[in-house]
């Protein structure tokens, strides 16, 4: 294919004087600087990398496709190239398009980011052969540590303690089925190239594993291209504890403490920590040694993560795998060592020797990272798709990072992971950094799709995570408790969102420029011109709908600010003030709400479907308006008599055919959408009357699957 190159013209900005502090750090002979590097990835982990290169004055070349176009990390970049179409098999991950991206424009490395390419050897190693530098690992140490049964067969001897499991070639069922016996269920079944948490299945019971197995292997071989599992014993109740490590190309490897990312979904981490909360100082140094000896035994360069898999009483740990690359919750690490790894990754492929020696790194307070994702945790955590309509953040600081590579009116789509960022902050102790972490997230304001913020804010208040009580276990235990439920409105709160949405809504019709009035009149009807009256007798009926509840009120202006406010017999005085933000910037959104006397800050957006959002403190409160009876009746799709896509996605597997009997809960085809496999089941018990979508189609959300036709009785 023909690749375009997009120039952007921006130029590099950094300090020349902390490059020739590093060029001169350096007691190599030939150390080879790069100053311009291609970044083989996209999203909040291009724009991380290319933060780092232009601080140290390193040009960037982006590569992206053409659903990314206009995203950040290519306007950020001095150079980005169009390397295919937005599916990741037809550009992110087409090697020889990204190598001739590198080459035409003059960069002397590659950074792969994580995912995509990052723990592809084959890839590590085109890139030698093509004289480009793979920031990263040698091609033999990724293969080792990307088979988990070779890794776990290296880690042994090395003195590394290993989970007791069959990591054996003999892949048949029936055998396989033995193994496990022989371990005792609960077991583990795990993708010998695995990792993220694909073809991963516990088997609690013996019953369960033929089926398991063979969703398992059928995962396994779509994203890696390979069936093969490993068995292991399940450790029950455990935490999740891994260690950041560094190696350079003259023998020296050290590790940078650990963190303990347990809280966790379907093995995708939620919240990650550093240091780990409550580890004994003899496991941590024991868990530090054993990591740097893992990292040695394979000869191994760059930044490592080793997992391991930790007893809560015991604190005895055992190695899981070694993830090969930059891991999404380095920052953690970052903000506790004071260093910044990107850096680090970019001197030691470069030929220089490590930083720092293990004893000059030392733990600095405690640190948070929060994933923010598109998603709707009370449907199960399905991921949302479409443009992010408004974002607000917590102000940046030396405590507080922003880790995104979306802003507002950016598009979060279905070819891609829908993480929207990553909210890291520090405190000097846990304790701090948690109230930290609690506020900030109050702080991100985020309208037009479904998030977790909600869900971050419940697990981050919760009783047992205050305490550091937390196994991998923790959001299965107390999942009632952190899924968000729908909102019950006050009258209260049916007051105050009728009365923003009354003044939002005059001020959009109305169209005047909120730069043109005075401060204390911004959002008062008052200041927008002599179409509106002043009238303490004039009545409005505003109707509101918040989740599944309607409610009619009656409003009558008092005062430029003030308001009455009846719902169901109950008045309110509803006061809504301007409220200047922390910047220079005038935040149109920002109110102090006092109602009956009792003040609050919140903000409040009317986006143009007429959704009113209102953030207050730990709540999201959307109203809306009524819609008409045919459009709230449902369609077909959800009539009940069919399977329907939960949302857009590619239909991976269909287990049944027409005529077929099945029974209700039974698995009747499987579909992958945002990097998640959602598994569906027939709704009732019947035969199938019809497939509508085979292996391999695209189908839109509601889109049909098949049709049943009920049993009778």
């Known amino acids: ?134 920031i990263g690992p040698p091609a033999s140490a990724i293969n080792s540590m990307g088979s988990k049964s070779e890794s776990k067969n290296i880690m042994a001897p090395s003195g590394v303690p290993v989970v007791p499991g069959y990591h054996g070639e003999e892949q048949d069922p029936t055998y396989l089925l033995e193994q496990a016996k022989e371990i005792g269920f609960p077991v583990l079944i ?49 935490r999740h504890v891994e260690v950041q490590v560094f190696a350079d190309q003259h023998g020296n490897a050290v590790h940078l403490f650990e963190r303990d990312c347990s809280l966790q979904r379907r093995h995708q981490k939620v919240i990650e920590e550093a240091p780990a909360p409550g580890l004994l100082p003899a496991t941590r140094q024991a868990m530090g040694d054993a990591a740097v000896r893992a990292a040695l035994a394979v000869g191994y360069e760059g930044a490592g993560t080793v997992e391991f898999i930790m007893d809560t009483v015991t604190q005895d740990f055992f190695f899981m795998e070694m993830n090969t690359r930059l891991q999404v919750e380095h920052p953690v690490t970052e903000m506790v060592t004071n260093t910044d790894l990107v850096e680090w990754q970019l001197k030691v492929a470069s030929g220089y020797p490590l930083p720092l020696s293990q004893d000059q790194l030392a733990l600095d307070g405690h640190a948070f990272e929060a994933r923010i994702y598109a998603e709707n945790p009370s449907a199960g955590f399905l991921p949302g798709s479409g443009p992010l309509k408004f974002i607000r953040t917590p102000a940046p600081s030396d405590e507080v990072r922003i880790e995104t590579g979306v802003s507002q009116g950016d598009a979060v789509t279905v070819h891609y992971d829908p993480m929207i960022a990553k909210l890291v902050v520090k405190g000097k102790d846990r304790e701090q950094a948690l109230t930290q972490l609690r506020y900030c997230l109050t702080q991100y304001n985020i309208a037009g799709l479904s998030t977790n913020i909600d869900f971050l804010q419940n697990c981050a208040s919760h009783p047992a995570f205050v305490k550091g009580e937390v196994t991998t276990d923790f959001i299965a235990d107390f999942e009632t408790e952190l899924v968000p439920v729908p909102a019950v409105a006050s009258t209260r709160d049916w007051a105050l969102g009728a009365a923003l949405r009354y003044l939002l809504t005059l001020t959009k019709e109305l169209g005047d420029s909120l730069s043109d009035m005075n401060a204390e009149d911004v959002f008062s009807p008052w200041g927008l011109g002599d179409s509106f009256g002043v009238n303490a007798t004039q009545e409005h009926s505003v109707t509101l709908c918040l989740n599944e509840s309607e409610q009619t009120v009656t409003l009558t202006p008092l005062s430029e600010q003030a308001f009455n406010v009846t719902v169901d017999q109950t008045t309110h005085v509803v006061e809504l003030l301007t409220h200047p933000s922390n910047d220079s910037e005038l935040d149109e959104t920002l109110f102090l709400a006092r109602v009956d006397g009792h003040q609050q800050q919140l903000r409040a957006v009317l986006l143009e479907d007429e959704e009113l959002h209102v953030f207050e403190q730990e709540r999201h409160l959307v109203f809306e308006e009524p819609k008409p009876a045919f459009l709230s009746q449902g369609s077909d799709a959800a009539a009940g008599n069919v399977v329907v896509a939960p949302m857009t996605g590619t239909v991976v597997k269909v287990m049944v055919e027409a005529g077929d009997m099945v029974e209700e809960g039974q698995v009747v085809a499987t579909m992958e959408a945002m990097k998640m496999e959602l598994v569906l089941r027939a709704p009732f018990s019947g035969k199938v009357e019809a497939v509508h979508a085979l292996a391999g189609e695209f189908v839109d959300e509601a889109g049909t699957i098949l049709a049943l036709e009920a049993k009778d009785d």
């Not at 994580?114 to 723990?119: A, M, N």
């Not at 594993?209 to 994203?223: G, I, P």
Request: charged residues 25%; hydrophobic residues 40%; neutral net charge.
């Open 1 to 134: 294919m023909a690749f375009q190159l997009v120039r952007k013209g921006w130029s590099s900005f950094g300090s020349q004087q902390s490059l020739n502090v590093l060029r001169c750090a350096s007691s190599t002979a030939n150390p080879q600087w790069m100053d311009k590097i291609l970044i083989a990835n996209r999203g909040e982990i291009a724009c991380r990398i290319m933060h780092t290169a232009k601080k140290l004055g390193v040009k960037t070349v982006a590569v992206y496709s053409e659903a990314d176009a206009d995203s950040m990390h290519v306007a950020m970049a001095d150079e980005a190239v169009l390397i295919g179409p937005a599916a990741s098999a037809e550009s992110y991950l087409k090697m020889e398009r990204i190598i001739a991206a590198a080459k035409s424009t003059g960069a002397k490395g590659i950074h792969p980011g994580y995912g995509f390419l990052s723990e592809n050897a084959d890839f590590a190693d085109l890139c030698k052969s093509e004289d480009l530098v793979f």
């Open 190 to 238: 795990k993708a010998v190239k695995g990792g993220g948490g694909k073809g991963m299945r516990v088997v609690l019971d013996e019953k369960d594993f033929y089926e398991s197995l063979e969703m398992a292997k059928d995962e396994s071989r779509k994203h890696f291209a390979d069936d093969r599992v490993l068995i292991e014993r399940y450790v029950q109740r455990p």
